[in-house]
């Protein structure tokens, strides 16, 4: 199922400036660092860079193909590589989509697409865990899961038989583009929270982007949804036109969670899928990973995916860096990475992990939440509100916006002397530094945008 240059040309509607219609097209890069010989280079403009001008190291590093917008070759160029090939397109970003929607059409194989407030990225790896029991999967790698980063995943498809792919957005539209790039033959929505609620204004336009998933489903595919979110509870109450399997604790659902036993490190619970009852074990703490299990065993279900298998692979899967990563340092202090991203949902169920722990004293390091707008202070607050609630022992915040998550917290009790407020990480490593004590655990959370692996490097 290779695709040829002639094939790009058709589907893009690009011009040849030189080179082999009939060269094969296996591997793509976008960067040029990473090209190996023999792959196909697509120059991609970014907000700070050009790659359409980095065409010339693609080529020294063995690009044999080149696809590129608005540049123009030179002759000496076209004659040290003659034995290459190179494209031109109007928009190299389309047309990476379009090519990536033609390869996914070579393919008649499950595609199970994951989007949803929190919890995509694990999601996505316990799904691809459970899956890979029985079939050769391609999965999204880290959170490559834009309009780019999609695209570059279905490309990758060689021998596999099955996709599980990770679906982000942060506009109404987003999500709608990689569903019908993707095609999914299932659907999961995780939760709808306020992610994203500064741009897009309110929880319900956060549903009605996150169902644009069902907009490249195949007709007769299933959308799988966490029945206990409010918001995916009250849309499937009025839905008659999808094929929905749901999945929960708190309400009535397909796939049910009971007799839960949530420990540091692990948990365990009873499934209940109609008359079958299975033993679950999860290698991860915390209640969000019983959801994430539940879906996982939502969607083997639906794949014909033996019991066995289902629970070998929920107990073996393995977390992507930075989500709810916990080690222990030289110390004996444990360390709960989950540094990668932040909105109120995911701080809330991090805080609720955290106070089930029976360590000495429980530290949180809260960064600021990206992206909230007008709602950044109220959310903020109520992240302080959590804290709280989950007695927690020590607070430290860094930034403007987390400032109203201490705020909060010593309004409602938190003593004062054990609340710190700082402007930068290195302030907040260099108390840390004094403070830390064997059997503390710490939690660091943060948006990426506020560069919390500075603050794990230097503790753990």
Request: hydrophobic share 40%.
């Amino acid at each position: 199922m290779d695709i040829k240059v002639k094939d790009i040309i058709k589907i893009c509607n690009a011009k040849l400036i030189f080179g082999n219609e009939e060269e094969k097209c296996k591997d793509f890069s976008k960067d040029t660092r990473e090209i190996k010989k023999g792959d196909v280079y697509i120059g991609i403009k970014g907000e700070n860079f050009n790659g359409n001008a980095l065409y010339e190291k693609a080529l020294e590093n063995g690009a044999k193909v080149c696809i590129l917008e608005n540049i123009e070759i030179p002759e000496q160029i076209k004659e040290i590589y003659k034995d290459r090939t190179i494209i031109k397109v109007e928009n190299t970003i389309k047309a990476l989509q379009e090519i990536a929607k033609y390869k996914r059409e070579l393919y008649n194989i499950p595609v199970i697409a994951v989007t949803g407030s929190v919890g995509k990225t694990s999601t996505k790896d316990i799904l691809a865990s459970v899956i890979s029991k029985e079939y050769k999967v391609l999965k999204t790698q880290g959170n490559l899961n834009n309009h780019i980063g999609l695209p570059l995943t279905i490309l990758k498809l060689k021998e596999h038989t099955a996709m599980v792919v990770e679906m982000g957005m942060s506009s109404l539209g987003e999500i709608s583009i990689l569903s019908k790039i993707a095609k999914p033959n299932i659907s999961v929505i995780t939760n709808v929270g306020t992610a994203h609620i500064g741009k897009l204004g309110s929880r319900e336009n956060i549903l009605k982007a996150k169902l644009e998933i069902l907009d490249g489903m195949d007709k007769n595919g299933t959308l799988v949804i966490n029945n206990d979110n409010d918001m995916l509870n009250n849309w499937n109450k009025n839905n008659n036109e999808y094929k929905v399997v749901t999945y929960g604790i708190k309400n009535d659902s397909d796939i049910i969670a009971k007799d839960i036993k949530l420990e540091e490190l692990y948990s365990q619970f009873t499934a209940i899928i109609e008359n079958e009852k299975l033993n679950v074990k999860v290698p991860v703490g915390g209640e969000h990973f019983v959801y994430n299990a539940l879906c996982a065993i939502a969607v083997g279900k639906l794949l014909n995916i033996k019991s066995d298998n289902i629970l070998k692979g929920i107990e073996r899967f393995e977390l992507t860096k930075n989500r709810m990563e916990i080690k222990k340092n030289k110390n004996n202090v444990t360390i709960i990475n989950d540094c990668y991203n932040a909105n109120y949902d995911s701080m809330k169920a991090s805080l609720e992990y955290l106070s089930k722990s029976n360590l000495k004293r429980k530290i949180a390091v809260l960064g600021d939440m990206l992206e909230l707008g007008n709602y950044s202070k109220q959310l903020h607050e109520k992240v302080g509100e959590e804290i709280v609630k989950n007695k927690i022992d020590i607070l430290i915040t860094v930034g403007k916006e987390a400032k109203s998550i201490l705020n909060k917290a010593t309004s409602l009790g938190l003593k004062k002397e054990n609340a710190y407020n700082f402007e930068t990480n290195e302030q907040a490593i260099n108390l840390l530094n004094k403070i830390l004590k064997p059997e503390d655990i710490v939690l660091v959370k943060a948006s990426n945008g506020m560069n919390f692996n500075k603050i794990i490097e230097k503790i753990i």
